[in-house]
C-alpha cells in the first residue's frame, strides 16, 4: 500500500523553526516530484513548495520564500520541509504529496499523506 506520512508539527513561538518530514511506505519517492501544501482553518489548501524528482529544481510560495527550504533526503523515502523565521499566519495543518509534475498545484498530486499540525505562537 503506498503511504505518505508526515512528522514534526508542534507548537512553536514567532521567529522560531520547525522541520518537517514525509516519508514514504510501499514505494520510493525518487521518481516523483514531491509538493509540501498547507491549510489554515476556513482556508482553501496553498501550496508551499514543491522539488523536482531530481532535487535539483524548486520552487516556493512567495509568502515563504527566503523562509522554507525543501530537500530530498538521502534515502529515497523522504522529503523535508526546513521552515524558519516562523509567523503566526504559518500556522496550518501541512501535508506532502507526490505526484508527476513540477506544480504547486494540488490537483496535479496523486498521493497525499494525512498531515502534521503546525502552530506558530507566543
Known amino acids: 500500500q503506498l503511504q505518505l506520512v508526515e512528522s514534526g508539527g508542534a507548537l512553536v513561538q514567532p521567529g522560531g523553526s520547525l522541520r518537517l518530514s514525509c516519508a514514504a511506505s510501499g514505494f520510493t519517492l525518487d521518481t516523483y516530484f514531491m509538493g509540501w501544501f498547507r491549510q489554515a482553518p476556513g482556508k482553501e489548501r496553498e501550496g508551499v513548495s514543491c522539488?523536482?524528482?531530481?532535487?535539483?529544481?524548486?520552487n516556493y510560495a512567495n509568502s515563504v520564500a527566503g523562509r522554507f527550504t525543501i530537500s530530498r533526503g538521502n534515502a529515497k523515502n523522504t522529503v523535508y520541509l526546513q521552515m524558519t523565521s516562523l509567523k503566526p499566519e504559518d500556522t496550518a495543518v501541512y501535508y506532502c504529496?507526490?505526484?508527476?509534475?513540477?506544480?504547486?498545484?494540488?490537483?496535479?498530486?496523486?498521493?497525499w499523506g494525512q498531515g502534521t499540525q503546525v502552530t506558530v505562537s507566543s
Open positions: 522539488i523536482s524528482s531530481s532535487g535539483n529544481s524548486t
Open positions: 504529496a507526490a505526484g508527476r509534475f513540477f506544480s504547486l498545484a494540488s490537483r496535479e498530486y496523486r498521493y
